[in-house]
């Protein structure tokens, strides 16, 4: 049942990324030329309307929270890292599945590279895992928490801002 | 090439942001957050167990990430439904579509396929590199993560863009040296 509740969610959101273009190489790498914004007004879109569902179900007990730790500057680090092969692959790791089944044969190769990227990390980790967690390790920290108030007075207000900046920010040919 | 019909989303990016921020608000209150990343590490613990399972079982990171050596879980299950529902939407839509160098590439770097393979493939590697170490990609850290308000997704995300950019930027000659 869980599994089956995996698969369509999973689907459900490999189709939302197909439909919207997000695995289409061309619209990534215009938006992160900045020339076609419209990838980045989606994730705009996607998150505004999580932060206030996201928030909305807290508030009333129903949200099943995960929080990333975090560590600094280890996870600066990793978004750099992240964002040389987001750029030169053209895919992010869901996307680039995305991309693969819908005949990109140079998405085959970025999942290919992902699953060899993936093991050469898991190998290093012992090694890694003293750079990344002996220093500035700060653990699960949202901002809600730190200011010590409730997610819901901050998710509105932000996740306003973030929809307003997706309807504000041009899209294709605006800029 | 991609001609421009398979370019051309057939979701408007209200549409697309307010499926995709659906299916996170649905995943949360069910199960948890979406995710990627992960499973490209579940998937090599699981295949190399089957052929070298001494050196798996001594890789700790695999152990712990995979749990019991299967792919019948939901985190796995979630990340297979995610070609398989642009499959069919692609093929629904009349959009599916083989090549191996996409336009933009190719008016940069040329029609030379296995190039193009090879940086894809260097790409990717970095990619998941990038991701096991942040521990999330953009699913999970930049839309689940910040969507939570968590300080290690805001960080992450902030240098993924800010490096993203400067990468693509340079890397498609848009600061001079444009062939």
């Given at each position: 049942m869980k599994l089956m509740l995996g698969l369509v969610l999973g689907m459900l959101f490999g189709a939302a990324l197909q439909l919207s273009g997000a695995s289409s190489h061309t619209k990534i790498i215009q938006a992160l030329r900045l020339k076609d914004l419209t990838i980045i007004k989606l994730i705009l879109a996607a998150i505004g309307v999580g932060l206030i569902g996201v928030h909305l179900l807290d508030l009333l007990g129903l949200a099943h929270m995960k929080v990333k730790d975090l560590f600094l500057p280890g996870m600066a680090v990793a978004g750099l890292i992240f964002g040389v092969g987001f750029a030169v692959t053209g895919y992010c790791p869901g996307t680039a599945l995305a991309a693969a089944a819908e005949g990109k044969v140079d998405a085959w190769f970025a999942v290919l590279g992902g699953l060899c990227g993936a093991l050469v990390f898991a190998i290093m980790f012992p090694d890694l895992e003293a750079f990344l967690f002996s220093v500035g390790r700060y653990g699960p920290v949202t901002i809600h928490h730190s200011l010590g108030m409730q997610g819901i007075i901050l998710a509105v207000p932000l996740g306003g801002l973030f929809l307003w900046l997706a309807a504000k920010l041009p899209g294709t040919g605006g800029g | 090439m991609e001609s421009q019909s398979h370019v051309?989303?057939?979701?408007p990016w209200w549409a697309g942001g307010l499926a995709i921020g659906i299916v996170l608000i649905v995943a949360v209150a069910l199960v948890q957050p979406i995710g990627v990343s992960t499973q490209y590490v579940v998937l090599d613990g699981v295949l190399l167990h089957q052929v070298l399972p001494s050196f798996v079982e001594q890789t700790p990171y695999l152990e712990e990430t995979t749990?019991?050596?299967?792919?019948?879980?939901y985190e796995f299950f979630f990340a297979l439904g995610i070609p398989i529902g642009a499959f069919l939407s692609a093929l629904a839509t009349n959009r599916f579509s083989t090549r191996v160098v996409p336009r933009e590439w190719a008016r940069r770097f040329g029609m030379m396929s296995g190039r193009r393979l090879v940086w894809s493939f260097i790409g990717g590697f970095i990619l998941l590199f990038g991701a096991r170490f942040g521990g999330g990609?953009?699913?999970?850290?930049?839309i689940s993560g910040v969507s939570q308000l968590a300080v290690s997704s805001l960080v992450f995300s902030s240098t993924l863009f800010g490096s993203a950019i400067v990468t693509a930027r340079w890397l498609y000659g848009d600061w001079g040296g444009r062939r």
């Open positions: - | 051309n989303p057939i979701f749990e019991g050596w299967t792919l019948a879980t990609c953009t699913s999970g850290h930049m």
